[in-house]
């Protein structure tokens, strides 16, 4: 199946996780993608397992939570790929505490990349998906953004805002022909779960020492036998990044295996 063929797209956090699965689901589908990430050896990995398809793989290192590295890295990616057709916005941080114990910078910084940092990415680009094929943006929101995850406030805030202001896009854009949707992923395993991740800004929750884990028991996923893996994301963003989501706007589609009901 290649609906990516002729197609256009930047994905941040592409250096690992659900974000480096996106971008090789799109090149196996026949596209032109940038990936973007902060972390250089991150970006240098997802080149190696593209394999054949790195001939249509263009890297850049971007800190989304920067203004100016995020106006310089759009500009790279749009005039490498001709145009943007679709920008995904996988990168971002999780960071665990007890919330009388975060201090404001620790707050802020989870809301700097996550919230501010896809907001910046937006700006940027709307100029070029304005003049797009079939242009479409797929945010990251979480299961956290509705449900209750503990120690993870930060997290919860800016993934509510995130899933907020897709929300307030995709009417914005709507007879623009830009669409907006979210995916709020659960019980999947990616660096920024595991803290295995590559990319500074996709790294793994690391709870108090102290957590209460009963709190955690109900977090089971249903379907399956554990964690699904990040390429089970990977091809829901796809499909709503391209034709097949065409008629798909203005929502969020939770991933989580059944997690929440």
């Known amino acids: 199946m290649n609906r990516y063929e002729g197609r256009r797209a930047l994905v941040t956090g592409g250096g690992s996780g659900i974000g480096q699965a996106t971008v090789l689901r799109m090149l196996a589908e026949g596209g032109r993608v940038v990936a973007a990430d902060v972390s250089e050896p991150g970006l240098a990995d997802t080149v190696a397992k593209a394999g054949d398809d790195a001939e249509r793989l263009h ?7 920067d203004e100016t590295s995020v106006k ?7 005039a490498w790929l001709g145009g943007l057709d679709a920008l995904v916005n996988a990168a971002g941080i999780l960071r665990s505490s007890h919330t009388d114990q975060t201090t404001l910078e620790a707050f802020e910084q989870v809301l700097r990349i996550n919230l501010v940092g896809t907001f910046l990415m937006i700006r940027e680009a709307v100029p070029a998906l304005l003049q797009g094929n079939g242009a479409a943006v797929v945010n990251f929101s979480s299961t956290s953004a509705m449900f209750a995850h503990p120690y993870m406030a930060a997290y919860a805030a800016s993934k509510g805002g995130v899933q907020s202001m897709t929300h307030a896009l995709a ?3 709507a007879k623009q022909g830009i669409r907006f949707t979210a995916v709020q992923p659960g019980s999947i395993s990616s660096g920024m779960t595991d803290g295995s991740g590559a990319s500074e800004q ?3 929750p690391g709870l108090p020492e102290d957590a209460d884990m009963s709190l955690f028991m109900k977090l089971a996923p249903a379907l399956g036998n554990g964690f699904a893996g990040p390429e089970t994301v990977a091809g829901v963003v796809a499909m709503l990044a391209s034709d097949d989501g065409k008629f798909i706007t203005g929502t969020e589609i939770r991933i989580d295996g059944g997690t929440h009901f």
Do not use: K, L, P
Not at 59 to 65: H, L, M, S
Not at 72 to 78: F, I, L
């Open 59 to 65: 890297i850049v290192v971007v800190n989304i939570a």
């Open 171 to 173: 009417a914005e854009y």
């Open 202 to 204: 996709s790294q793994g």
């Open 72 to 78: 310089t890295a759009v500009a790279d990616a749009v």
